[in-house]
């Protein structure tokens, strides 16, 4: 069947009746996790909420005062998780998150719109598509894309927004001969209902579920902003339309006037400055890098010449890295001494190396773990990972030093 919102995708508020509501669960990610929301499964009698299909994700929004988290599709019916329970029978307000919606119309009619003229243009036909969070990609059937092909494509999508394309919707039984002639990659095998044809004057007509814009006037302008390499000799086109764009331009702008201030340079001097910059940094790493094999070095010489060491070696590091670690364990091992190494921040995460006899080890690695809250392995007498706190490791100052070493006592480990 055809939801109201996509008998009229400019719908933002449509009151209708609950015909169904039942306890249910959905996976959700929540700031990268994943979890399972208990809640309720609701069909009305009819929508203005798009469940997600085509490429395109769900809309969001309210079904009286309670928020509708997603919009699926089962066959004829629409089906929308939301977290309280709903009177079935009950008339109910919908309302959609309009700017959530505009903003799927914009970059799913500026796909068709993409896609069609890559065709025509070049022969690259489309794949497949994704509407992302922050920009769109087409992935186009073809190995690269050349930069004044690129150049010839944005023009002509942008083109027929300036002289205002109408897009229309057709309805067709699917036994029409009309269907033959339109573009498509098939339908879901539970598909229900008739043919919806979306029709863009003179560039495209293309089967699709989803909500468009009435007119490419309505997307405002179309930005490719380049391409990436596919999968399997394609190419993945990414673009961005309508409000997109403004907001594009406005980060970036805002992005520009810090990076004015940081470097003291204009715009057109930014990427001369950044590679000054990254040249002085290797510069500066590799010396410091050249420093603290030094330092490791004499350390070690320092720590054999003492004729009253013991067997016991500890040291910490802020500056220090996994090479200046190991530098000073193959030096000392080799006498059997005890070596307990920790680089980064002093109550903070940093890295850790035990090192010696394998017996001694092998026992007093779990220790360090636990006392520095890590996560590490060892084999062949050696016993290193990630600490995520510092705080709780043994150690005393070396009189002079911006370090800090000493022997320490195998109970403090």
Request: glycine share 8%.
């Amino acid at each position: 069947m055809a939801f109201q919102c996509q008998r009229d995708c400019y719908m933002k508020e449509f009151v209708t009746s609950v015909v169904s509501c039942c306890p249910a669960e959905l996976k959700h990610e929540v700031n990268g996790k994943k979890e399972t929301l208990k809640g309720f499964n609701v069909k009305l009698q009819d929508t203005i909420m798009f469940p997600e299909g085509g490429g395109q994700p769900d809309d969001h929004g309210l079904i009286g005062d309670v928020p509708v988290v997603r919009v699926t599709r089962q066959g004829a019916d629409a089906v929308h998780f939301v977290g309280s329970p709903l009177e079935e029978g009950q008339e109910v307000q919908v309302k959609v998150d309009w700017e959530r919606r505009f903003d799927h119309m914009q970059q799913h009619s500026g796909q068709h719109v993409i896609t069609a003229l890559a065709e025509n243009m070049f022969g690259y036909k489309t794949t497949s598509w994704v509407l992302g969070r922050q920009r769109s990609t087409i992935e186009l059937d073809t190995p690269s894309v050349k930069p004044a092909q690129l150049q010839a494509l944005e023009e002509a999508v942008n083109e027929k927004i300036r002289v205002h394309t109408p897009v229309t919707v057709q309805l067709l039984s699917i036994d029409d001969p009309a269907v033959e002639k339109v573009r498509s990659r098939g339908l879901p095998d539970d598909h229900a209902g008739p043919i919806r044809i979306i029709d863009i004057e003179g560039v495209d007509a293309n089967m699709c579920c989803g909500t468009h814009v009435s007119n490419l006037s309505h997307l405002q302008v179309i930005k490719l902003l380049g391409t990436e390499k596919g999968k399997k000799n394609k190419t993945n086109l990414i673009f961005l339309t309508g409000n997109r764009v403004l907001k594009y331009a406005e980060k970036s702008y805002s992005t520009e006037r810090s990076l004015v201030s940081l470097l003291k340079t204009g715009p057109d001097e930014h990427v001369e400055a950044v590679d000054k910059l990254q040249k002085s940094v290797k510069l500066l790493l590799k010396t410091n890098l050249s420093l603290l094999r030094d330092m490791a070095v004499v350390i070690t010489q320092n720590f054999k010449n003492d004729p009253q060491r013991g067997n016991f070696f500890s040291l910490h590091k802020k500056e220090g890295d996994n090479e200046f670690m190991n530098i000073i364990a193959n030096e000392l091992t080799t006498e059997g001494t005890l070596v307990f190494l920790t680089v980064g921040e002093e109550k903070g995460p940093g890295l850790f190396l035990l090192a010696g006899p394998s017996e001694r080890v092998a026992e007093m690695g779990p220790r360090v773990l636990e006392m520095l809250q890590g996560k590490g392995a060892g084999k062949n007498g050696r016993f290193q990972g990630k600490a995520n706190s510092l705080t709780r490791r043994g150690r005393s100052r070396l009189p002079g030093a911006a370090m800090q070493t000493g022997r320490i006592n195998p109970a403090m480990i």
